[in-house]
C-alpha cells in the first residue's frame, strides 16, 4: 500500500481562544469556558505563533491521513463551542398521544411524560456543561445549550 511522506491540516485560531496541548491533550479555553480533549491518534498537534494549530501526519496510509482531518475537525468544534456555543433544538411530534416535556432541576434534567402512551416517567439527566429551556415562542420544543458539541448532541 503506498505511503504520503508528509500531510498536515492547519487550524486558525481566533483572539481571546488560548490552546493549550500536552502529549496529545487538547485544552480550548475562550469566552464561554474551557474544553479538554485526549485524542489517541498518531497526529502530531502543535500550535504555531498561538494563530494557528497543526495536525501533521509522516509516512502515513490513506486510513491514517483521514484522522488528521478528523483531529483538526473536532479541535475546530472546540473552538467554535468556546466562542460561539451550540444550540439544538428539538420538537416533540406526536400523532395520538400528547408527549408532555418537563425542565426540572434548573435545567439539569428532562421529564417526557406519556410516550408513545406509557405510564412511565422517562427522566433524562444531562450532562454537565449542557443546559436545556423550554422555548417560549414555539409549541413543544426544548433548546439544548452548551459549549461541547459530543454532550450537546448526545443530549
Excluded at 504520503?4 to 481566533?14: A, G, K, N, R, V
Amino acid at each position: 500500500m503506498p505511503r504520503q511522506i508528509h500531510h498536515e491540516y492547519f487550524t486558525d485560531i481566533p483572539e481571546h481562544v488560548y490552546i493549550s496541548i500536552k502529549h496529545k491533550s487538547v485544552t480550548v479555553k475562550g469566552p464561554k469556558g474551557s474544553l479538554t480533549r485526549f485524542f489517541n491518534s498518531p497526529c502530531d498537534i502543535t500550535v504555531i505563533d498561538g494563530k494557528k494549530v497543526k495536525v501533521e501526519m509522516w509516512f502515513s496510509t490513506k486510513k491514517q491521513r483521514a484522522a488528521v482531518r478528523t483531529v483538526s475537525s473536532h479541535i475546530a468544534n472546540m473552538i467554535k463551542g468556546v466562542t460561539k456555543g451550540f444550540l439544538y433544538k428539538m420538537r416533540m411530534v406526536y400523532a395520538h398521544f400528547p408527549i408532555t416535556v418537563n425542565v426540572e432541576n434548573a435545567g439539569k434534567t428532562v421529564e417526557i411524560r406519556n410516550f408513545l402512551g406509557e405510564k412511565i416517567v422517562r427522566t433524562v439527566a444531562l450532562p454537565e456543561g449542557v443546559k436545556c429551556i423550554k422555548s417560549k415562542d414555539v409549541k413543544d420544543q426544548i433548546e439544548l445549550i452548551g459549549a461541547d458539541i459530543r454532550h450537546v448532541s448526545q443530549s
